[in-house]
């Protein structure tokens, strides 16, 4: 797995675009210089905003074994500032700039065991690891949760490359996942890989460090951009720099902050490395912590955020039915 | 300087590696709880054992600001320890544990190589993991049989790892390098057959009724005290691909029955080569020379491996002569004799090796 992280841009064509599920497009491209992806890999792709190139991070779902042809699937989101909305726009022939396969969630091979949960568009980073282990013939078993079936995509091929080791759970069918008991099924020689909501994968931490695992064998990969409760305007005052900006629900604090000029420390921009912390000095609302950088411990202390992932939201407790009426105010000391 | 095959109506004259295969990383006994670092198709891994006796490979480079981890130290079970900031590393190179954090960064991990131990070596696979079959290990049986004993040594060769193959594949250079020992001009005198199975190339060579040259002539002293006279020589070389070559050697009182299949008159040895590229431009050479007779004799053992270890200092020599030879006459070809068609096999399943890995540039 000797993943090298070299950013390589290249030009991709656009092959295919087609519906997979509810709101999500599957989208086949054809880049100029290929690489193979291994399992777990992704490629960052500049989409246009506004006429303005941002970039943005997909999972390869799957490639041929020469990397010449790589699949991405994209959810339309209906709070993103317009990435999602570009992407589902794109048309055969069209050309994009991505970078070769880049690597942050490898999969070891030699595992004795392996669960692989995909929580609804986060299938998007396992099928490819599931399509790997089952070609291995690891002993292995891909859990997919979703909402609603026709808002999972992929279901059918699943079903029929994986057989049994397929496991679905659909929250609207009563069938939602007990993570205790899927957790209970692990032992020290499982390996558990997962990607989907922040709420699943917190839970599942939880219970993993409760159940005295290894955290090392748990291994997820975050893309920042889910929380526990949904996205809320607030306003972000900085009195070192005399700002105060409103951070609208599509776009992150660091973003904002940067609109508005600040110079501001980050490295991953999605909650890992703890780079872009702030210090909170004081709050109207609550903190909604989407990073996996601090312990439950210091983000219950509420002093610090990390301001790439981490937002404000109204409601002192977060919970819905106590959500305040103005938008959250938050002033912070920057690094 | 990068070495790029192609494919071409020239000889490459020296190839890259391919990736996926088995390369011995070392001997099992230079793995061991301190760390060591070895460089290994042109990436430094750091090599050790978990307190259970695992050979572990990892990258040698910290994910942090890569530091080399083989100046750390191993703990607890199967982990390594960063020397520079603490980042502690478990045997599948997943950071356990960052000092000055609550939390562990989920990216944080450094790759970390399948490793097999056999035939007294551990063995690494560098390329795709998912292929790292450890069927696929050459064999090397003699090493660890009851039937034969012996020991070897390993050879820092400054030069690409085709050539010492090359080097291994035709042994009528032994006549020239090696006259003090084993070489004769029946070497290259004698008729030899070639043959090619799959990822095998074999090249037997019988030299009949002739003087033993002294390496030889010792040996059967050896077995049989106060031996005089004619033998019958034979050289087997058995390639495996990618860098492996087994060569079955010996010489038998003349006219008894060896080639035949009659080995009892006779002293027979098995010279044990594998090559592990360390960079484009130079190689690890493991080798070790076995024999079938006087097993308990740790004399036996010590004066062969001295000895080869001494023959093969010629060839060393002579290796790294010809490399500095061929870079600093990049513009002349390589021309090809009859003698060549075992080394030329190789090249050739190196290449379609290498085809297979995306890595043999098309013809400029």
Redesign the interface.
């Known amino acids: 797995?000797?993943?090298t992280n070299i950013e390589t841009w290249q030009s991709a064509t656009v092959e295919q675009v087609v519906p997979v599920a509810d709101g999500i497009a599957r989208i086949v491209l054809e880049p100029s210089l290929p690489l193979k992806a291994e399992p777990g890999s992704h490629v960052d792709l500049m989409v246009e905003i506004d006429g303005e190139p941002v970039k943005r991070s997909y999972s390869v779902v799957e490639s041929n074994h020469?990397g010449t042809r790589l699949v991405i699937s994209v959810m339309k989101a209906p709070l993103s500032r317009g990435g999602s909305t570009f992407m589902h726009g794109l048309v055969p022939g069209q050309r994009l700039e991505i970078t070769q396969p880049l690597q942050?969630?490898?999969l070891?091979?030699?595992a004795r065991r392996y669960i692989l949960l995909a929580g609804g568009i986060g299938i998007t980073a396992i099928a490819n690891m599931a399509a790997?282990l089952k070609?291995?013939k690891a002993d292995y078993t891909l859990v997919y949760v979703g909402r609603s079936r026709s808002a999972m995509a992929y279901l059918a091929e699943l079903s029929e490359l994986h057989g049994e080791r397929l496991e679905v759970h659909v929250d609207d069918e009563g069938s939602s996942l007990s993570v205790p008991a899927l957790v209970g099924r692990a032992d020290a020689d499982t390996e558990l890989y997962m990607c989907g909501p922040i709420r699943l994968m917190d839970a599942v931490r939880r219970t993993w460090v409760e159940c005295e695992l290894?955290?090392?064998n748990l291994?997820?990969?975050?893309f920042g951009n889910s929380g526990w409760y949904d996205p809320e305007e607030f306003i972000v005052r900085v009195p070192k720099f005399d700002l105060e900006v409103t951070v609208p629900q599509g776009r992150s604090m660091l973003e904002a902050l940067e609109d508005a000029g600040a110079e501001m420390m980050f490295d991953?921009r999605k909650g890992?490395?703890?780079l872009c912390e702030v210090r909170i000095t004081e709050l109207s609302g609550a903190i909604d912590h989407r990073d996996?950088?601090?312990?439950e411990?210091?983000q219950r202390l509420g002093t610090k955020m990390n301001c790439c992932v981490s937002r404000a939201v109204t409601s002192p407790t977060g919970s819905r039915s106590d959500a305040g009426a103005g938008p959250a105010v938050i002033t912070i000391e920057p690094n | 300087m990068t070495v790029v095959a192609t494919t071409s109506s020239t000889t490459n004259k020296v190839l890259p590696h391919p990736l996926n295969a088995w390369y011995v990383a070392g001997w099992d006994h230079e793995v061991t709880r301190k760390p060591m670092s070895r460089r290994i198709a042109n990436?430094p891994v750091a090599l050790y054992r978990t307190e259970d006796g695992k050979a572990v490979a990892l990258?040698d480079a910290c994910w942090h600001r890569l530091a080399p981890l083989s100046m750390g130290k191993t703990m607890e079970k199967d982990t390594i320890q960063c020397p520079y900031h603490g980042i502690v590393y478990?045997s599948?190179?997943?950071?356990?544990s960052m000092p000055a954090?609550?939390?562990?960064?989920?990216?944080a991990?450094v790759?970390?190589?399948?490793v097999v131990e056999r035939y007294r070596y551990v063995w690494i696979w560098?390329g795709d993991?998912?292929l790292?079959d450890p069927d696929l290990v050459p064999d090397m049986h003699q090493m660890t049989s009851d039937e034969w004993a012996g020991d070897g040594l390993t050879i820092h060769a400054a030069c690409n790892f085709q050539l010492v193959l090359d080097n291994l594949m035709d042994l009528t250079h032994e006549e020239f390098v090696h006259s003090s020992t084993i070489g004769q001009e029946e070497l290259s005198e004698s008729d030899f057959v070639t043959v090619r199975e799959g990822n095998k190339v074999t090249v037997t060579r019988w030299m009949h009724n002739i003087d033993a040259p002294p390496f030889w002539l010792k040996n059967m002293r050896d077995k049989f005290p106060g031996f005089e006279g004619k033998v019958d020589r034979w050289q087997i070389i058995n390639f495996e691909a990618p860098s492996t070559i087994s060569i079955d050697v010996g010489v038998a009182k003349a006219g008894t029955g060896a080639p035949e299949g009659d080995r009892s008159q006779g002293v027979n040895g098995f010279v044990m080569n594998t090559i592990t590229p360390e960079t484009d431009r130079s190689s690890h050479y493991f080798w070790a020379f076995m024999r079938n007779y006087a097993l308990d004799s740790q004399l036996i053992t010590t004066q062969l491996r001295d000895g080869v270890h001494g023959v093969f200092g010629e060839d060393e020599e002579m290796l790294m002569a010809q490399q500095a030879a061929i870079d600093a006459n990049p513009d002349y070809e390589f021309y090809n004799l009859n003698i060549d068609s075992g080394g030329m096999w190789v090249r050739r399943i190196l290449e379609s090796m290498l085809a297979a890995e995306?890595r043999l540039a098309a013809s400029a």
């Open positions: 797995m000797a993943a020469d942050n969630f490898p070891r091979v030699g790997v070609r291995l290894d955290l090392p291994r997820y990969e975050t991953c890992e490395c703890g996996v950088f601090y312990s411990r210091q | 990436r990258a478990n599948a190179g997943r950071c356990v954090q609550e939390t562990i960064n989920p990216s991990t790759p970390s190589f399948p560098m993991p998912t790292a995306g």
